[in-house]
């Protein structure tokens, strides 16, 4: 996901690696965090793919500083970052749907529908199989985890019905 949202905040602006980061916090802070630490490497896997190029420039103070700009191929790895599917972990499903969803604006609506329908697919999967463990008798739950299984049905039906609503929308956009 890094790769993405990287890619993402490149689409108006060529950043420093400082600037991308505030750019990922300022539009993904809600799902998720990542460091410098784990930018700076896929900065270097971005670059070596073609997806942006870096250039050197110094400030009229002296300080050098290194800004990325996205390149055709990174428009395309956007794209391609888009479409893939997402993992089948129910853990790290909800936070790169979200992320996703937030870059939706970047593909045209027939791409953006594609999208919409795996993630409402994949929603309903996991939605589906916390149930079943949730009403199944033979499987043994405390309260804390009927509690945490309850809730996740609730976070994926809401889920599931925000897709809902942005699959209309798209579908009114296309027309």
Known sequence: MIELM????LLNHDLTMY???KR???NFLAYTNPSFGAIKPAL???EKQNSITSAKVMSGGGKLSIFYTITKDGLKELKKLLLKPLSQNPLQFMSDARVKISCLSFLDSEDCAEVLFD???????HLVNAENILSDEY????FY??????NSICEYKNFISMIEGLEKDNAGNSK
Not at 120 to 125: D, G, H, I, P
Not at 139 to 142: K, N, Q, V
Not at 145 to 150: G, M, N, S
């Open 19 to 21: 600037a991308i980061h």
């Open 24 to 26: 990922i916090k300022e």
């Open 119 to 125: 993630l409402k697919s994949n929603a309903l999967l």
């Open 6 to 9: 990287i890619l993402y905040v």
């Open 44 to 46: 270097v896997r971005l």
């Open 145 to 150: 985890q009927r509690i945490v299984l309850d």
């Open 139 to 142: 499987t043994p739950l405390t």
